[in-house]
């Protein structure tokens, strides 16, 4: 797999060449262009048995904004080239995993390799709060691994408790224990337009996007036709 990412960070586009027979794993929506002989497969964007799958990409369309499915892209006998764009205008960043993993948002998952398995991370209510989408995934394995961001990406190096907007967590490593809490006290929660947020504790990298979708929402709610 041979890939290259273009106009970052506002408008990026993700160019993938593969060779015969080879996968890619996209999310649901994304795929630009793609070789005429490149096959496709959809299913259920989660893992386990079907009653699991359902509940889970429920969850990831309801919680994390992601669509039900995603799409499996098989390149022909003489390979093929797929462009794949994310849905909010943004940033794309590459992970190379070497048998580690990350913990993603739901909604920054754009693309993997077919060695790269993604599953619901299980982090108890805490991990459902937010309001914006707080909704994690696990990605592990050997492989390509694709997420995108609402705005460009800051990448931070974390070695002290450190808070964080919900709505602007692309994505953290393992080492990172998190809890999620409101900022201040209820009436500074309420009133003061930060929501709840994430506090991070341990060793590890953590990164942010510059925009978030929530707070999108919240600026175009008031001009749309009651």
Known sequence: MEFGIRYRPSYSLLGVKLTPNEQILVEGGSMVSMSADMAIDTHLNAT????????????????????MFV??????PQGGQIMIAPSMNGDIVHFPLKGGGVIIQASSFLAGGPGVGVKLKLGGIKTLLGG????????????????????????????????????????????????????????STIFSG????????????LWLQTRSVGALVGWLRPMLPA
């Not at 930060?194 to 990298?205: M, N, S």
């Open 194 to 205: 930060e929501g709840l947020v994430c506090e991070f504790q341990g060793r590890g990298k």
């Open 132 to 187: 914006e989408g707080l909704f994690l995934l696990e990605a592990s394995g050997t492989g390509d691994l694709f997420i995108n961001s609402y705005g460009a990406i800051r990448e931070l190096d974390i070695n002290s408790p450190f808070i964080v907007d919900t709505g602007h967590i692309v994505a953290f490593e393992p080492t990172l224990n998190f809890n999620v809490k409101k900022v201040g006290n209820w009436k």
């Open 48 to 67: 386990g048995g079907l009653l699991k799958s359902v509940a889970v990409a429920i969850g990831r369309k309801i919680l994390g904004g992601e669509t």
């Open 71 to 76: 799409n499996t892209f098989t390149a022909g």
